[in-house]
């Protein structure tokens, strides 16, 4: 078994990070696997090292070991430009140059029963879809044709092993197209947009259980099928519970209050962080 914790240096990790990446290390840890750390860098404008040197303490500090290097997604670019080549080749990818402004005015009114957001957003029109690859400009980000991609079938399943919804999941092509739609997977000035980033690396690393949150368990389908387009393995997953504030609010980047690094300074060993979140 190989799991993976991969945090955005955009800010301090969390009690949530914290739950998140002692799940995957205990994972791995029980199947006598491996834990791997990845940096998911890729946006430049955000990222920091002060947050990276922050993130390798504080985990360091829960006890948890990985491999060196760590993998940096900023690092991953030419492996991303090779799926998108090979997503062009199949004729499944086109550029947009909507904004998110010219999308909300696209999209109208939302019909009723008619979901108006998924796990990429706000479900997009298809304004840009007839446009080629070839008329790809600068500034345009490029997104999957969903109806495309799907007809490459037979479609996969996964199997999620997490407590939440545990069993296999076949993809459902309907509900695909009305819930999520066409996905970006480059964004304008990166290499890769995450749906893909998370693909490409999860197979370069040789993944073989993505330990992470309930909020990202919508997303998965878009993954699976990425993985299916782009004919590398298809990891188990495994989506936990989120740690929510008092309020019932999933914790945020900004919830400095429940740094992990304000609970170190204020003298709280590993266990303390392990009893705070349920482990």
């Not at 964004?187 to 993944?207: C, E, F, I, P």
Request: with cysteine; net charge negative.
């Amino acid at each position: 078994m190989i799991t993976r914790f991969a945090p955005s240096p955009t800010g301090p990790l969390h009690l949530g990070h914290a739950f998140s990446a002692l799940t995957a290390f205990d994972l791995a840890q029980a199947a006598g696997g491996t834990f791997l750390l990845r940096m998911d860098d890729i946006d430049r404008v955000r990222s920091k090292p002060e947050y990276e040197a922050m993130a390798f303490e504080d985990l360091a500090w829960l006890g948890l070991h990985w491999p060196e290097p760590v993998l940096r997604q900023s690092r991953s670019e030419d492996r991303f430009r090779a799926a998108l080549t090979q997503l062009d080749a199949l004729g499944l990818i086109y550029p947009c140059s909507c904004s998110r402004g010219d999308i909300a005015a696209a999209a109208g009114a939302p019909q009723e029963g008619v979901p108006e957001f998924g796990p990429d957003g706000r479900i997009y029109p298809g304004t840009c879809r007839g446009r080629a690859m070839s008329d790809l400009k600068p500034d345009d980000a490029i997104r999957l044709d969903m109806e495309k991609a799907l007809a490459k079938g037979p479609l996969p399943a996964f199997l999620e092993i997490g407590p939440e919804q545990p069993g296999n999941h076949v993809l459902d092509p309907d509900a695909m197209l009305r819930g999520i739609g066409d996905v970006v997977v480059a964004r304008k000035g990166q290499a890769a947009a995450y749906h893909l980033s998370v693909v490409v690396d999860d197979t370069a690393q040789g993944v073989t259980l993505v330990a992470r949150g309930m909020d990202l368990f919508d997303a998965t389908p878009i993954h699976v099928l990425l993985a299916h387009l782009l004919d590398v393995p298809i990891p188990d997953y495994h989506h936990h519970r989120l740690i929510r504030d008092e309020h019932g609010k999933r914790l945020a980047k900004r919830d400095d209050a429940r740094a992990i690094s304000k609970y170190r300074a204020e003298g709280a060993t590993p266990q303390d962080i392990r009893a705070m979140v349920g482990l």
